[in-house]
């Protein structure tokens, strides 16, 4: 599935609840799905199923913000990741930290 | 670009530094971005450059995270995103918040 389609989808599902919650409390959702990821990496062994969730739900709460502050995100992760890195120019990525 | 592309493109770029930095260290530099965005977004106007960005770097991120731990986000994605809310199983959703 393409980036760009993802967030149609995520707009389809649930842009007039987005809005209707508002840009802050979007991204109070959002970093209670960064908690619950924490919470699955803090230990040692991965429940695979549970972090694939969380990641999947990262991924849709920053969708749900793009679509609240007009961003197109396909575009806007090719511009910051055009298959190089964007400091050192290079692919990988030879920079230090 | 496809979600599945994406995430072979920060594995490209980003995997060596990202098992050198470990999970852990990963996940605080995800935090990082979340802090850059919550920044940009606390106040009125919005800076779409600034923000595109930020967006851009928590996806990718995220992405780093999954590649550690050998998570397919786009299976992820359409496991939990399935054209429909797997709650109320409707599009647009209509679950209650």
């Given amino acids: ?7 149609k989808l995520i707009r389809d599902l649930y842009f007039k609840k987005d809005q209707k919650r ?3 409390d979007t991204f109070i959702w959002l970093i209670e799905e960064i908690g619950e990821l924490a919470n699955l990496i803090k230990g040692g062994e ?13 991924i849709a709460w920053t969708t749900s913000l793009a679509n609240l502050l ?3 995100l396909e575009s806007a992760i090719l511009q910051k990741y055009p298959y190089k890195c964007i400091k050192c120019n290079s692919s990988p990525c030879v920079c230090g930290e």
């Fill in 22 to 24: 508002g840009r802050s």
């Fill in 46 to 58: 991965i429940d695979s199923e549970k972090v694939s969730e969380e990641l999947a739900d990262i």
């Fill in 70 to 72: 007009d961003i197109d």
């Fill in 1 to 7: 599935m393409k980036i760009s389609e993802f967030q």
